[in-house]
């Protein structure tokens, strides 16, 4: 598959994402369209996508519901896993959360709704004001007082030591108890109006380069360090050992369950708009 213009992808600069596009986003996948990139994190490209801005974008699972309109989920490149889910930090252990003031990353993600979906199942007094701020302002912020706790997402996982913070609960954990499926994190989207033919190829150019980077890592490593923000190469690689797994070359049954009930047990709650039946609907 090829075209002359080349397409604009926007995606995050985490190691899972990096890794996962290396080798596309370098012209090694063979017959795949040229990618025009842009770096941002995901709220902001949640927000690009509510605006139809790029032909294809990495965005939460949380944000599908505003946006499957315009464009179609893609099967694969994307990020749901097991034991890889959000938490939420306290300075203390053993916080009632009851009325408290709470940082969150954005509310147009899906760290955002399996807080509020585990905060309806074990805070039944409701936590108090919900304040958003760049994921990573917010564990300074609880270190500091500024916020009685935090809900935290990517390398925080295994950086909150380093701020005295302790592991309130794990977003994930109670998510994977609750319904046995794995966590939907992020997902990869593109514009319907490419076409069915055109979608296609570029779900198979997503999966050949997931495999291109599980062949021979080292490759992608100079482009995963350069966009990392400074973090720790063991980091990096944790990080891409949780977010790029089976579920990433195909979503599966299991994925595609996951993200169907994430979305309708969101729905339930008034989170998100219900989700038509065949929304989620590829090919």
């Not at 294809?56 to 694969?76: D, H, N, R, T």
């Not at 570029?202 to 350069?226: F, G, H, I, K, T």
Request: aromatic share 8%; charged share 20%; glycine share 10%.
């Amino acid at each position: 598959m090829t075209t002359d213009a080349p397409l604009k992808i926007a995606y995050s600069p985490c190691p899972n994402d990096t890794f996962v596009f290396d080798a596309w986003a370098h012209g090694r996948v063979p017959g795949a369209p040229a990618l025009d990139v842009t770096f941002a994190d995901i709220d902001i490209t949640n927000g690009m996508a509510e605006r139809g801005e790029f032909d294809v974008l990495k965005v939460s699972y949380a944000v599908l519901p505003w946006v499957l309109e315009e464009y179609a989920l893609l099967p694969c490149g994307g990020a749901l896993g097991r034991g890889c889910g959000p938490l939420v930090l306290t300075r203390e252990a053993g916080v009632d959360l009851t009325g408290k003031r709470v940082a969150v990353p954005s509310e147009r993600s899906t760290a955002y709704l399996l807080f509020r979906l585990w905060a309806a199942d074990v805070v039944p007094g409701g936590v108090g004001e919900v304040v958003v701020m760049p994921f990573h302002e917010i564990m300074p912020a609880v270190r500091d007082g500024k916020v009685d706790a935090g809900l935290v997402i990517h390398e925080a996982r295994f950086t909150y030591p380093d701020y005295g913070l302790h592991s309130l609960a794990d977003m994930g954990r109670h998510w994977e108890d609750t319904t046995g499926l794995p966590i939907p994190l992020g997902a990869i989207i593109a514009k319907r109006s490419l076409g069915a033919e055109r979608l296609r190829g570029l779900a198979e150019a997503a999966r050949e380069s997931v495999r291109m980077a599980w062949d021979d890592p080292l490759v992608s490593r100079p482009y995963v360090l350069e966009h990392a923000q400074e973090m720790d190469p063991a980091v990096a690689d944790q990080h891409i050992g949780l977010y790029v797994n089976d579920f990433t070359a195909d979503l599966g049954a299991d994925g595609y369950a996951a993200v169907r009930g994430l979305l309708t047990r969101a729905a339930a709650e008034g989170l998100v708009p219900p989700l038509p039946h065949d929304a989620l609907a590829f090919g």
